[in-house]
């Protein structure tokens, strides 16, 4: 299997996708849900941070949930870097409409990560179940979550260290 490949160009992530023949050709690299993250200098998601008291969310929350807070000072901030996966679960089956994905459905990995950063985070897993395991470090990636119109549909996920 060819190794996938993403390069920006003009501005846009591109991913390089096979066609028949071999030949490579560029995909548009599109976030499945716009404003929630970002690839630009490396993965992030995008959130906020209160300023009293440092608890972080993602995603932003219009006030602190922290009951030990004083008060709710909000900033937004990008969280990205390495964690911890706390537990893990396989998706074994397709997921309900409106959840897309290409087909034939692929069995997949979701993991509950300990960021390093304090957030407490839900994804999927790029690497395969045989290599997962509570407590192996992970990084968060930015990668393909499913195919559509000709562009890749990407989403936050976690890749092993």
């Given at each position: 299997m060819?190794?996938?490949?993403?390069?920006?160009?003009?501005?846009?992530?591109?991913?390089?996708?096979?066609?028949?023949?071999g030949s490579f050709v560029p995909v548009l690299r599109v976030p499945a849900v716009p404003g929630l993250f970002s690839e630009e200098g490396g993965a992030t998601v995008l959130g906020n941070k209160c300023?009293?008291?440092?608890?972080?969310?993602?995603?932003k929350a219009a006030e602190c949930h922290n009951p030990r807070c004083?008060?709710?000072?909000?900033?937004?901030?990008?969280?990205?870097?390495k964690g911890v996966i706390w537990s893990y679960s396989v998706?074994?089956?397709?997921?309900?409409?409106?959840?897309?994905?290409?087909k034939p459905f692929k069995s997949y990995v979701i993991g509950v990560i300990d960021m390093d950063n304090g957030l407490r985070m839900v994804?999927?897993?790029?690497?395969?179940?045989?290599?997962?395991r509570v407590g192996a470090q992970v990084e968060l990636v930015v990668d393909t979550l499913y195919h559509e119109e000709g562009k890749a549909y990407t989403s936050w996920k976690f890749k092993l260290v």
């Open positions: 060819a190794e996938k490949r993403s390069n920006e160009v003009d501005g846009a992530f591109v991913e390089e996708g096979s066609v028949a023949g300023l009293a008291c440092g608890t972080p969310y993602f995603p004083g008060e709710s000072r909000m900033a937004d901030c990008a969280f990205g870097g998706a074994d089956f397709p997921p309900p409409p409106p959840h897309k994905f290409d994804g999927q897993m790029v690497d395969p179940l045989e290599h997962v």
